[in-house]
């Protein structure tokens, strides 16, 4: 049986997200659905550091990374063991001449990778590793994906874990999470979904002038820029794309895809 792994873009929420029943069975089904990794390589909208830095494979703890939630929400705890080998195959396939790679052992995993974590694979019993992205730039995300391509034949599952749209002006706790999303959010995640489905990469890395609504989608593009990491370690000749979860939640596209 091949050890050959899939690759993910999810949207990952907030930390209230534990809290949401359909979204944590949706995850919850996704992690039950996919063949066991052996590894789990992580890049969340959540750490942006150049060069290319890895996370702790020491054991540092969680790094909670909001403000002003209830106190349980900092008490979650996510002990997946550390990765080291991950680390070293990880470098060896990433550092460059005069451009090596940084070890943070420091930074534990931040909430872009531990919630969905946490609801996919509960019993915390995979290592994984945090890669953060060294620029938003689309092109060299998706050649940083490239690079890391080998690792999926290893048995480690690579995610990119941003959000679809991510407009926090939109994001209303009054309305509810099922509220009806704002039109532009709407537009994005139509387009997003059509335009995946497609495989169509050229009109991903141009989606500021392409996608509707797309600035008001991503006033910065850090919850965008990881699917970049996942389309480039996914591309062969072709994208093949399955959009596992969708809808919204406050007004944001939730929407996630396994590539081929």
Same mark, same amino acid.
């Given at each position: 049986?091949?050890?050959?792994?899939?690759?993910?873009?999810?949207?990952?929420?907030?930390?209230?997200?534990?809290?949401?029943?359909?979204?944590?069975?949706?995850? /919850?089904?996704?992690?039950?659905?996919?063949?066991?990794?052996?590894?789990?390589?992580?890049?969340?909208?959540?750490?942006?550091?150049?060069?290319?830095?890895?996370? +702790?494979? $020491?054991?540092?703890?969680?790094?909670?990374? #909001?403000?002003?939630?209830?106190?349980?929400?900092?008490?979650?705890?996510?002990?997946?063991? /550390?990765?080291?080998?991950?680390?070293?195959?990880?470098?060896?396939?990433?550092?460059?001449?005069?451009?090596?790679?940084?070890?943070?052992? +420091?930074?534990?995993?931040?909430?872009?990778?531990?919630?969905?974590?946490?609801?996919?694979?509960?019993?915390?019993?995979?290592?994984?590793?945090?890669?953060?992205?060294?620029?938003?730039?689309?092109?060299?995300?998706?050649?940083?994906?490239?690079?890391?391509?080998?690792?999926?034949?290893?048995?480690?599952?690579?995610?990119?874990?941003?959000? $679809?749209?991510?407009?926090?002006?939109? #994001?209303?706790?009054?309305?509810?999470?099922?509220?009806?999303?704002?039109?532009?959010?709407?537009? #994005?995640?139509?387009?997003?979904?059509? $335009?995946?489905?497609?495989?169509?990469?050229?009109?991903?890395?141009?989606?500021?002038?392409?996608?509707?609504?797309?600035?008001?989608?991503?006033?910065?593009?850090?919850?965008?820029?990881?699917?970049?990491?996942?389309?480039?370690?996914?591309?062969?000749?072709?994208?093949?794309?399955?959009?596992?979860?969708?809808? #919204?939640?406050?007004?944001?596209?939730?929407?996630?895809?396994?590539?081929?």
């Amino acid at each position: 049986m091949s050890d050959r792994q899939p690759v993910l873009y999810l949207s990952h929420g907030a930390p209230p997200l534990a809290d949401d029943a359909t979204w944590t069975r949706e995850l /919850a089904q996704w992690g039950a659905d996919l063949p066991r990794p052996k590894r789990i390589l992580i890049v969340s909208a959540h750490w942006e550091a150049a060069p290319v830095a890895l996370s +702790s494979t $020491t054991g540092a703890p969680l790094l909670y990374d #909001f403000w002003g939630f209830p106190e349980r929400y900092y008490q979650v705890r996510y002990d997946a063991p /550390a990765a080291p080998d991950l680390a070293r195959d990880v470098e060896a396939l990433v550092r460059q001449p005069g451009v090596p790679v940084h070890r943070d052992e +420091s930074r534990g995993l931040d909430h872009g990778a531990y919630v969905p974590l946490k609801e996919m694979y509960p019993d915390a019993d995979i290592p994984v590793l945090q890669m953060s992205m060294p620029t938003l730039d689309p092109q060299q995300l998706f050649a940083l994906g490239r690079r890391l391509a080998p690792l999926r034949d290893d048995g480690t599952l690579v995610v990119g874990s941003g959000f $679809t749209t991510h407009n926090l002006h939109w #994001f209303d706790p009054s309305a509810g999470a099922d509220a009806a999303p704002p039109t532009p959010s709407s537009e #994005f995640d139509a387009w997003a979904a059509e $335009t995946v489905a497609g495989g169509d990469v050229d009109a991903l890395m141009d989606f500021l002038h392409r996608a509707p609504a797309a600035q008001e989608a991503h006033p910065r593009t850090e919850h965008w820029a990881p699917l970049y990491v996942a389309l480039g370690a996914a591309s062969e000749d072709r994208v093949e794309a399955d959009s596992v979860i969708d809808g #919204f939640w406050f007004g944001l596209s939730k929407r996630s895809w396994q590539l081929a």
